[in-house]
């Protein structure tokens, strides 16, 4: 069992920056696939991003794509989701996911191909 709570988030202006992230709790985190999904309101939840146990492979949304960064520390049980260049479509809650991987390569751009989900954080950003 893993649990997953995300923290960070809030308010930015177009163009700035943000950060979230996820600590997990439970002792086989490191053998997790992560990944960051949102929703906005009156939308369905879309692919963010995701990384492999290990960090040595990481997947993106097209629309994020050269503006976010996942990264991981498995030392400290953690993912993290460094956002730059913001846009107001960028304004969603976030959740952080986790999936029983093994030591694998594959990342994971489904929502359905996860086990384990956060509670989520706002991110909003100002025109």
């Known amino acids: 069992q893993v649990q997953l709570v995300e923290s960070g988030g809030g308010l930015a202006q177009a163009g700035g920056s943000l950060s979230v992230s996820c600590a997990a709790s439970?002792?086989?985190?490191?053998?997790?696939?992560m990944g960051w999904f949102r929703q906005a309101p009156g939308k369905e939840r879309e692919f963010v991003a995701a990384?492999?146990?290990?960090?040595?492979?990481?997947s993106y949304a097209d629309s994020v794509k050269g503006r976010f960064t996942i990264s991981r520390d498995n030392a400290k049980n953690t993912v993290a989701l460094q956002m730059t260049g913001l846009k107001p479509e960028d304004t969603a809650v976030y959740y952080c996911?986790?999936?029983?991987?093994?030591?694998?390569?594959?990342?994971?751009?489904?929502?359905?191909?996860?086990?384990?989900w956060g509670q989520g954080t706002q991110v909003t950003v100002s025109s």
């Open positions: 439970g002792r086989t985190f490191s053998t997790h696939a």
């Open positions: 990384i492999n146990w290990n960090g040595g492979f990481t």
């Open positions: 996911a986790a999936r029983n991987s093994g030591v694998s390569n594959i990342v994971y751009v489904r929502g359905d191909d996860y086990h384990y």
